[in-house]
């Protein structure tokens, strides 16, 4: 499956991954390169193969329904950009 | 032309468990921001996800109440997008398997008549955070609070024909978690929320129409208005020779319309993908029969009992099944005292009366049920009369004394059936009333049943209310005939 | 005492022979005078090294130490450590002082292990060669011209240097594995699930696990023991009991079945590491161990379904790092999707943002169904390959790598670069474990013989292994670097 100069350029905008135009020719023949490695999984008959999500079957356990963290905002906020009144701030969202 | 409305509504209920979907931060709400944000709510590298069981508990008790298919097997996936109030990057929910499969809800028109809405699937997801928008010097505030708490969301089909019917589906469902207890139900905290498709088609066309989404409509009200402009709105593009644009609206209450969000949302592309950082969720058939077991009865039932089992008319049987309060509170009274139409009249009566002056919900009642259910027992025992329970109930209600037989006490309210005690009482007020006991010597034998009623006053006077109205009657009227 | 193995440094602290705080001053002595030249830290402890060093003396004089009480090791920057700054190797975490421990940071720290600080790795652990860290690539101790592999290149070559005895590596396609081969130690990457992944930052969820790179098996056997074990912050950690590793060591191996992959001796596969690993079978059938040859028929699709699967939980698992609550931001962003799209952009390297592109195409609509559903249903082929070569052998054997380390700079084009890691990537789409094994040298460089085992069978995995360094001194070996500079 060939790889457009628009595909990437929409897989960069879906990912938020801000690309000038010469970054994007440049992915556009690397990924290009690599889709074209992967494309020979087309050449495997998989007809009736389940997909495996995990290595093993397992199935998932459940936790108790119970608080167990306390307030940490001043230590988790001690990382954050931007933050004021314990909020993170953001550029203005318009909705 | 004749229009059809058709409806599909995707109706999000928060569930009442303690600690989040995936995490053991607390869902209390209204904390101070981001507070209930732990490490795993907010993403921060290496965190990992461990679900919560009585998520999963209370998602099945919801697809056993509307009779739906449980499925084995469930599978959370990844829904990716960018938004400042997911912190990952993606929300964790179900889109290829989903904890509960098609089932069924049955829905009370206003004339009484119920129609069933096919539920398309219900799936566990986890809840974002909220964006801020007062003014931080032009900024947006977020506060993840609110990320990871679950959500139950309940997609049906598009089989609701009218606004009324979207409403009573809500109402229904509403009825439902709030019976099953998986969630508060409130709609004003956001506790439930739901998205409206709306088309219309020509009377009698087969294929749907193009539907519009409206958005986050949080109350019943809202639902029908909203649906009423949005269905008008369409008819009048379509009749002026419009079309439809497949689109998310927004309802405004103030307005009382819908409009486009017009984003520039570029056509939305999720990449769905199972999380590899959950397990499939099996759930084997002992689990699901336990929890079947231990379902309470939900509104259709308990309607069905009081009308056939207690002999309750149907009237009496709607209203007090109405919510699972009134009629949790209903069924305690009438265990305590032993008599559904006295438990009924008291509920109805007294009860709602007092909580409609104060405005209070019953939940909220001074009076408990056993509280209530006590006194209505002693009416039925005889132990007070009808006049003196009003009496009691009324000390009750203001905190004057915890138990009925207390209040009786304290008061002298017990009802006197001992004959030589109304007796004596009798000839007493017999004594001290020469005037009256000859006027009605003097009277009309059937002229004298209605003079009566001032011996029997005075007796009751004298007896602070306590005598036993019949006896005093009946002994009144052996001894004024007797004088005649 | 730089070079010393785990088992003989805890033999010595027992001893008295020198305190934990004399051994850990003398390693931080030896980072500062060397890792200048090899890049292997991200970041040193010094206080926090001492100050462990120190309870763990106290502990030893109370009575109270265990079997690695005192004994220092480094952690792969992948690993979150409390008030200590992990960037997993990128701009975009160089300013996050992490406010937790990963699991095995805890069990470590409750094991008594003293962590001298934080190892260079591929940014985000995408890379074989530990040239994609945003804090520059590590050298390879053994030819300062050659890379150490990755992406726990600075776990490996701090270790191969003599700067610290062990380190704790992930591995998501190779990552422990191959960086042990090309430094001449001893990695295992465990079962999918026998560790957990709490903490560790992640790269791609259904395929990282954490384990030991050291100077020996007994060594591996004795972390492992530390770090491995259920978790209840991780749905994907196995609650299954932790064995002691080291019980089994000394089981003779008469009787062993070993199985030779074909798939792993074909075209590409350096003469010399050949050479040197068909010489390392010649031991095992010396030790009474019988060879066969198996088949494992879809090995060549492990690095197709594996460059859709890792990018497609990549591409997903690195959406968190957006500027908002944690990590690097762009200045003054104009917008919402500037913020997003600039502090991006800025904080991730080349390599990561090939991948996120990659996980990000194929996972979008119209592609799914050819690429991620097709990788899962090949994953579950290769498994089968596994499971079935394990129903015929105990292990199977084979190179690590197709060549020994490469220059620095040697491998510019990605597809060449992702061909390296062709005996490696298909052990972590099956979830099984897999050790390499120091076997031998092209000329200062060395090979790694690779160990595999069916699941759960680390035990079998780290006697084998142990034996085998019983019989042969290859692990001995220490390069030039660490001894002249000493």
Not at chain 2, 142 to 147: P, Q, S
Not at chain 2, 372 to 400: H, S, Y
Request: include cysteine.
């Amino acid at each position: 499956m060939a790889l457009e100069h628009a595909d990437v350029q929409r897989a960069a905008h879906l990912a938020r991954l801000g690309l000038t135009d010469d970054e994007a020719a440049r992915y556009v023949d690397d990924l290009g390169r690599i889709l074209e490695m992967v494309d020979m999984l087309q050449g495997l008959d998989t007809e009736g193969v389940a997909p495996l999500a995990h290595p093993l079957d397992v199935t998932q356990r459940l936790r108790a329904d119970e608080v167990t963290e306390s307030d940490q905002r001043s230590c988790f906020q001690r990382c954050a950009p931007a933050v004021e009144n314990g909020l993170y701030l953001v550029p203005r969202v318009v909705e | 032309m004749q229009w059809e409305t058709v409806i599909g509504l995707e109706v999000h209920v928060q569930l009442a468990t303690r600690s989040k979907i995936f995490s053991g931060a607390s869902t209390a709400f209204g904390a101070e921001p981001n507070t209930q944000a732990c490490a795993v709510d907010l993403g921060l590298p290496g965190v990992l996800p461990v679900l919560n069981e009585a998520a999963v508990a209370m998602a099945v008790e919801f697809g056993l109440a509307i009779h739906a298919e449980i499925p084995e097997v469930s599978v959370f996936d990844r829904k990716n997008y960018f938004y400042p109030d997911l912190p990952k990057g993606y929300q964790t929910s179900q889109m290829y398997q989903p904890i509960v499969g098609a089932g069924v809800v049955e829905i009370t028109l206003e004339d009484g008549t119920t129609k069933p809405i096919r539920v398309h699937h219900a799936h566990l997801e986890e809840d974002a955070g909220k964006s801020l928008h007062e003014d931080f010097h032009g900024m947006t505030g977020v506060d993840l609070n609110r990320a990871g708490t679950p959500l139950l969301e309940i997609v049906s089909e598009p089989d609701m024909r009218s606004a009324k019917e979207a409403a009573a589906y809500l109402k229904a469902i509403h009825s439902i978690v709030t019976y099953l207890g998986i969630s508060d139900g409130n709609m004003a905290e956001g506790s439930m929320r739901c998205d409206v498709n709306v088309s219309v088609r020509p009377k009698g066309q087969e294929t749907f129409g193009t539907r519009a989404e409206i958005k986050n409509v949080n109350s019943f009200r809202f639902v029908e208005r909203a649906i009423a402009f949005e269905v008008e709105r369409q008819i009048e593009l379509l009749e002026e020779g419009g079309k439809v644009v497949q689109e998310t609206r927004l309802f405004d209450p103030e307005r009382d319309e819908t409009r486009s969000m017009r984003t520039k949302e570029e056509a939305n592309d999720y990449r769905y993908f199972p999380c590899p950082d959950l397990l499939p969720v099996v759930l084997d058939k002992a689990y699901i029969d336990h929890l079947r077991d231990n379902l309470p009865e939900l509104p259709a039932e308990k309607r069905a009992r009081f009308e056939n089992e207690l002999g309750l008319s149907a009237y009496d049987a709607s209203v007090l099944s109405a919510t699972r309060e009134m009629a949790d509170y209903f069924d305690e009274v009438k265990d305590v005292c032993g008599d559904a139409k006295q438990a009924a009249n008291w509920v109805q009566g007294e009860l709602s009366g007092a909580l409609n002056r104060e405005g209070l919900a019953i939940k909220d009642s001074p009076v408990s049920a056993r509280q209530l259910g006590e006194l209505v027992a002693r009416i039925i025992d005889g132990t007070i009369n009808g006049k003196a329970a009003k009496q009691v109930f009324q000390a009750l209600w203001n905190g004057q004394g915890s138990r009925a037989d207390d209040v009786i006490e304290a008061q002298g309210l017990k009802q006197v059936t001992d004959t030589g005690a109304i007796e004596t009482m009798i000839d007493q007020v017999i004594a001290d009333s020469p005037a009256q006991v000859a006027q009605y010597r003097d009277a009309e034998p059937d002229k004298r049943g209605k003079m009566i009623g001032y011996f029997v006053g005075q007796v009751m006077k004298a007896s602070r209310g306590t005598a036993n109205p019949q006896q005093v009657n009946q002994l009144l009227k052996q001894k004024l005939d007797a004088l005649c | 005492m730089h070079d010393k193995t785990l088992a003989e440094l805890a033999r010595s602290l027992e001893a008295g022979e020198f305190s934990s705080r004399e051994l850990t001053q003398h390693l931080l002595g030896r980072i500062d005078r060397l890792d200048g030249k090899l890049n292997s830290f991200i970041t040193v402890t010094y206080d926090q090294a001492l100050a462990a060093a120190d309870a763990a003396d106290k502990a030893r004089a109370a009575g109270e130490a265990d079997l690695l009480t005192g004994l220092p090791l480094a952690l792969k920057d992948i690993f979150c450590t409390q008030d200590i700054k992990t960037t997993a190797g990128s701009r975009m975490l160089d300013n996050f002082i992490s406010p937790y421990d990963a699991t095995v940071v805890e069990k470590l720290k409750a094991a008594g292990t003293v962590s001298l600080g934080k190892t260079n790795m591929d940014e985000f652990a995408m890379g074989s060669s530990n040239e994609n860290s945003h804090y520059g690539a590590v050298k390879n101790p053994w030819d300062l011209t050659a890379v150490p592999g990755g992406s726990s290149g600075g776990s490996a070559a701090a270790v191969a240097a003599g700067l610290v005895p062990a380190a704790i590596g992930t591995d998501t396609g190779g990552s422990i594995r191959q960086p042990a081969a090309f430094c001449g130690i001893t990695g295992l990457k465990p079962t999918y699930g026998r560790v957990s992944r709490y903490g560790m930052i992640a790269y791609a969820s259904s395929l990282d696990q954490a384990g030991p790179m050291a100077r020996s098996a007994e060594d591996c056997a004795l972390l492992l023991g530390a770090m491995a074990g259920h978790d209840l912050r991780d749905s994907t950690c196995v609650a299954r009991g932790v064995p002691d590793y080291t019980e089994e060591l000394d089981t003779p191996l008469a009787g062993l079945k070993i199985g030779l992959p074909r798939e792993y001796f074909g075209d590409g596969l350096d003469p010399q590491v050949e050479a040197a690993v068909r010489d390392a079978i010649k031991v095992y059938e010396s030790l009474g161990a019988s060879v066969r040859e198996v088949s494992l028929p879809h090995t060549h699709y492990a690095i197709p379904a594996y460059y859709v699967i890792a990018p497609a939980e990549a591409s997903s698992n690195l959406s968190r790092y957006d500027g908002v609550r944690f990590g690097h931001r762009c200045a003054n962003p104009a917008d919402l999707i500037d913020l997003y799209k600039r502090s991006r952009a800025e904080g991730f390297g080349d390599e990561v943002k090939r991948r996120i592109l990659i996980g990000t195409h194929t996972l979008s609509e119209g592609f799914f169904d050819a690429y991620y559903k097709k990788a899962q249903q090949v994953r579950r082929l290769i498994r089968q390959d596994f499971l079935d070569a394990f129903e015929e052998v105990d292990v199977l054997m084979g190179p690590a790598s197709p060549t020994p380390a490469f220059d620095l700079g040697a491998k510019k084009d990605p597809v060449s670069m992702y061909l390296q890691d062709i005996y490696t990537i298909a052990i972590n789409l099956a979830g099984i474990p897999g050790m390499s094994v120091p076997a031998g040298f092209a000329g200062s460089r060395p090979i790694g013989l690779q160990i595999l085992g069916s699941h759960f069978t680390e035990a079998r995995l780290l006697n084998v292994a142990h034996q085998f360094q019983q019989a042969t001194d290859w692990h001995r070996q220490r390069p030039a670097f660490a001894e002249e500079n000493a």
